[in-house]
Every structure is written in C-alpha cells, then in structure tokens.
C-alpha cells in the first residue's frame, strides 16, 4: 500500500521547538524528491521546504528559512521537519508529499503522493 503517514503534530507555544516525522512506504520515498507544505484556514496550500533523494540538498520557503530544516532518513524510510522558534503565523496543517522528480521542486504540482495532514499550532 503506497502511503505517507505524518505525525508530531500539536500545540506548541511561540519560540519553542517541534519536529513533524512522516512515514512513507518505500515506494514512494525511494530516489524521490520529498517536501512539507502546509495549508492554513482559508489560504492556499503553501510550499515549506523540500529535500532531495540524497539528503544533501534541500530549499526553503523564505518564510521559514533559519527557522524549519527538513531532513530524511533514507534506510527508514522517514521525513523529518523540525520547526524552531515557530510563530502564530505557522499555525496551519502540515502535509508531507513525494514527488516524482529527482530534481528539488517547489511546486505542489510536481508532487503526486500526500499525507493527511497534522495539525501544528502555535500560542503566542
């Protein structure tokens, strides 16, 4: 069964830390591209960071650049995002994706599997 599963999600107060993990069955984590977004109430889904098949590169959104990194753990087949000094702003639900490009993309166009979301919000 192809999926991606997030959790970690929660609530979290404003200049604390949380790390959002995503399971993925190998399929659809091997040699791809995997990236978070994130959709908040009433806005579009937005790009937040991307990590390529080999761990080494990654891009940001400017909004959470310095902040979040994202990283993998090819040999578990696991997506890791870890959220510093979050914001009321980053309050939204958080979704792990695979794409089927080897190349790092931004765009939620170029990514075919998703996870259901975890809900992270932030107290100021």
């Known amino acids: 069964q192809v999926q991606l599963v997030e959790s970690g999600g929660g609530l979290v107060q404003a200049g604390g830390s949380l790390r959002l993990s995503c399971a993925a069955s190998?399929?659809?984590?091997?040699?791809?591209?995997m990236g978070w977004f994130r959709q908040a109430p009433e806005k579009e889904r937005e790009f937040i960071a991307a990590?390529?098949?080999?761990?080494?590169?990654?891009i940001y959104a400017d909004s959470v650049k310095g902040r979040f990194t994202i990283s993998r753990d090819n040999a578990k087949n696991m997506l890791y995002l870890l959220i510093n000094s979050p914001e009321p702003e980053d309050t939204a639900v958080y979704y792990c994706?695979?794409?089927?490009?080897?190349?790092?993309?931004?765009?939620?166009?170029?990514?075919?599997?998703w996870g259901q979301g975890t809900q992270v919000t932030v107290s100021s």
């Open positions: 990590i390529a098949w080999m761990g080494g590169q990654t």
């Open positions: 190998g399929s659809i984590f091997t040699r791809r591209t």
């Open positions: 994706a695979g794409s089927r490009r080897l190349q790092l993309t931004p765009s939620a166009f170029d990514y075919d599997f």
